[in-house]
């Protein structure tokens, strides 16, 4: 019967889940002429996700905000097991943050105008030049103080365990010269995994942990700060989920 109600469930699920995007990619237009530094546009991103989340039964809870300061820029690494991981970060993290994504994915109405206006950043792909000078944008945007959230990753995964990292976004953080904050989801493979668009109710815990110093790291250690952020979210997979 659970499972019935699911499917049942997941129709109207997914047409809120775009309705909430119109509803808030619009709001987001709205309040950007006022507030050109994208912050105020991020609170809407918040909300959007919240209603995502909410739509769809996901109790989510952020732990480890103590890890965090609202006046340092980091590169936010995360676990990616499920299309919910990014309303996930988006609804709780508990500072601005911006993401990389595909330059046409920009054009895609409400959602992609919000993340134009709101200064999210655009990686052209069109050839190694224009991507070489789009992850340049990337690198001074976080020196200049904007934190990023990743999936080291790169795509979700089809089994709930780790793959292999991308070094790429590891040069980032080390070339803007700030610290990577490791970060763990769980639940989220339980509730949506890759193989189906039926979200199930749930649990979803996303748990900072204390940010890695990238000043001691270069190119030729890259290896070992990619080892030592992916065991830090290891760690915390394998580890007792945190009390509520």
């Given at each position: 019967?659970?499972?019935?109600?699911?499917?049942?469930?997941?129709?109207?699920a997914?047409?809120?889940?775009?309705t909430?995007?119109?509803?808030?990619?619009?709001?987001?237009?709205?309040?950007?002429?006022?507030?050109?530094?994208?912050?105020?546009?991020?609170?809407?991103?918040r909300?959007?996700?919240?209603?995502?989340?909410?739509?769809?039964?996901?109790?989510?809870?952020?732990?480890?905000?103590?890890?965090?300061?609202?006046?340092?820029?980091?590169?936010?690494?995360?676990?990616?097991?499920?299309?919910?991981?990014?309303?996930?970060?988006?609804?709780y993290?508990?500072?601005?943050f911006?993401?990389?994504?595909?330059?046409?994915?920009?054009?895609?109405?409400?959602?992609?105008?919000?993340?134009?206006?709101?200064?999210h950043f655009?990686?052209?792909?069109?050839?190694?030049?224009?991507?070489?000078?789009?992850?340049?944008?990337?690198?001074?945007?976080?020196?200049?103080?904007r934190s990023?959230?990743?999936?080291?990753?790169?795509?979700?995964?089809?089994?709930?365990?780790?793959?292999?990292?991308?070094?790429?976004?590891?040069?980032?953080a080390?070339?803007?010269?700030?610290?990577?904050?490791?970060?763990?989801?769980?639940?989220?493979?339980?509730?949506?995994?890759?193989?189906?668009l039926?979200?199930?109710?749930?649990?979803?815990?996303?748990?900072?942990?204390?940010?890695?110093?990238?000043?001691?790291?270069?190119d030729?250690?890259?290896?070992?700060?990619?080892?030592?952020?992916?065991?830090?979210?290891?760690?915390?997979?394998?580890?007792?989920?945190?009390?509520?």
């Amino acid at each position: 019967m659970r499972l019935l109600l699911v499917y049942l469930w997941a129709i109207p699920a997914n047409l809120l889940w775009y309705t909430h995007t119109i509803l808030m990619g619009s709001l987001s237009l709205l309040v950007w002429p006022f507030d050109r530094s994208g912050n105020k546009q991020f609170w809407c991103a918040r909300w959007w996700c919240r209603l995502v989340a909410w739509s769809i039964f996901a109790r989510i809870r952020v732990h480890g905000v103590e890890n965090v300061r609202p006046d340092q820029p980091y590169v936010y690494m995360a676990n990616h097991s499920s299309l919910i991981d990014t309303p996930a970060l988006f609804a709780y993290l508990p500072y601005p943050f911006r993401i990389m994504a595909k330059r046409g994915l920009f054009y895609v109405p409400f959602s992609g105008w919000h993340l134009w206006t709101a200064g999210h950043f655009p990686i052209d792909r069109g050839n190694a030049r224009k991507t070489v000078a789009s992850l340049r944008r990337v690198i001074e945007g976080v020196r200049n103080g904007r934190s990023l959230a990743v999936f080291p990753e790169g795509t979700r995964t089809p089994d709930g365990r780790l793959q292999t990292f991308q070094s790429g976004v590891f040069k980032i953080a080390v070339k803007a010269g700030v610290p990577i904050v490791p970060v763990t989801i769980r639940g989220t493979f339980e509730l949506l995994p890759k193989t189906t668009l039926a979200p199930r109710p749930g649990r979803v815990d996303v748990i900072l942990g204390e940010p890695i110093d990238t000043t001691d790291y270069n190119d030729k250690r890259l290896d070992d700060l990619i080892a030592r952020t992916k065991a830090a979210i290891q760690q915390t997979l394998d580890s007792e989920p945190p009390a509520r």
